[in-house]
């Protein structure tokens, strides 16, 4: 039986500019994330799906704050916090980056913008990211200016995302390579568009700089993406596992280091010749390895619909034998027609193809280490 409890809306939740937008959308469920209010439901799961997949949908994605760096020293205080080398980012080109502190872990995974040669945006995971930059900021001794800066992003995913960019913006934002952005106006609204997204489907995300103009920009889309069918949707937990895709805050935490991640080792960038937080520590563990595995997960049983997507840190055991680690996400993948996840594991259970056992709400459920990502490893969809 299925329990119903109360959300209260407290003065002190930050709203999106597209709050009342999403609620005539149909809205049914916020959660909390960098403090501010998060659309999690709108329909079933499984129709939201298919609608990503097959179309194109919208969503309020504005908690992810943006962190502004700019000033003389930008770059050099950009690039001191994240392993990845930044003299390999042009001007209007975006990076998938980690924050990592002292001992290696990962502080935050934001998309990075590089919007001018001084000037960056980093759209945050849910944490005190901002906090951290500021500290980092007063002992380095660089000439830099850290602000949460007035931005307000919106994803339009699926299919036919570029035919509804382009109707907005016209030829120049609907043909931006993957990962690039560029600064463009609809009606006088100030924004910047990237080729991006939580998808793994062709996308992109739209940085509203004006949050006094929200719904008037969300009902703009709903025009242009309406010959399209365009749709409101919440963040899709099927499709993000299935591209490999992270949470930060459920999957991974500060006291994760990079290579402890199936994936992230690649954006570990030793060999550039700048210093960076953490890159000491991050070599010896290069050398040494590590002790445990965010691996993805193939999970048995029922489809995993009635939730939607997993909300329990659920035990994982070796089969016969007592606990090892947790899973971290899982959902039904109606494409896959399985249920898929991520779980953390000790090294010696990584390997893809080994047993486990995950002690479920409804019992025990067998699982087999699956190799990341699930679909379409080489991003031919969202490059298309």
């Known amino acids: 039986m299925s329990e119903t409890f109360t959300f209260y809306i407290q003065p002190w939740y930050r709203k999106s500019p597209y709050f009342e937008s999403t609620k005539r959308a ?72 980690l924050l990592t502190a002292r001992r290696g872990g990962i502080v935050n995974d934001p998309v990075l913008l590089r919007l001018e040669e001084d000037r960056f945006w980093l759209a945050l995971a849910d944490s005190d990211a901002l906090l951290y930059a500021k500290g980092v900021a007063a002992f380095a001794g660089l000439d830099v200016d850290i602000e949460e800066a007035d931005v307000s992003p919106m994803q339009i995913q699926g299919p036919r995302s570029r035919e509804v960019v382009r109707a907005l913006f016209g030829d120049a934002i609907a043909d931006l390579r993957y990962y690039w952005c560029a600064e463009a106006e609809v009606n006088g609204i100030p924004v910047v568009v990237s080729r991006t997204g939580w998808t793994g489907e062709v996308g992109y995300e739209v940085y509203l700089r004006d949050s006094s103009r929200g719904d008037e920009l969300w009902r703009l889309v709903e ?139 409804d019992g025990m459920r067998e699982a087999t280490v699956a190799a990341l990502p699930f679909v379409d490893p080489t991003k031919e969809i969202p490059k298309s």
């Open 26 to 97: 149909g809205c049914r469920s916020w959660g909390l994330y960098n403090h501010m209010l998060l659309p999690t439901l709108y329909d079933d799961p499984v129709t939201e799906y298919w609608a990503l997949l097959n179309g194109v949908t919208m969503w309020d994605v504005a908690v992810e704050r943006c962190v502004e760096i700019s000033g003389p020293d930008a770059f050099e205080f950009t690039n001191l916090l994240t392993c990845r080398d930044l003299t390999t980012c042009a001007v209007g080109q975006c990076k998938y980056v």
């Open 223 to 361: 025009e242009a993406g309406a010959p399209f069918d365009i749709r409101a949707i919440a963040p899709s937990e099927a499709r993000r596992i299935e591209a490999g895709i992270f949470n930060y805050g459920s999957d991974m935490r500060p006291e994760d280091t990079p290579f402890h991640v199936s994936g992230l080792e690649r954006l570990v960038e030793l060999d550039q010749d700048a210093d960076f937080i953490g890159k000491d520590a991050l070599r010896r563990i290069a050398d040494a390895g590590v002790d445990r595995k965010l691996v993805g997960i193939d999970i048995g049983g029922a489809p995993m619909t009635d939730e939607g997507a997993l909300n329990d840190l659920w035990p994982v055991h070796e089969p016969g034998n007592g606990r090892i680690g947790r899973v971290t996400a899982g959902a039904w993948s109606p494409r896959l027609e399985r249920n898929i996840g991520y779980a953390w594991v000790p090294a010696t259970h990584m390997e893809v193809g080994t047993s486990l056992a995950l002690e479920a709400h």
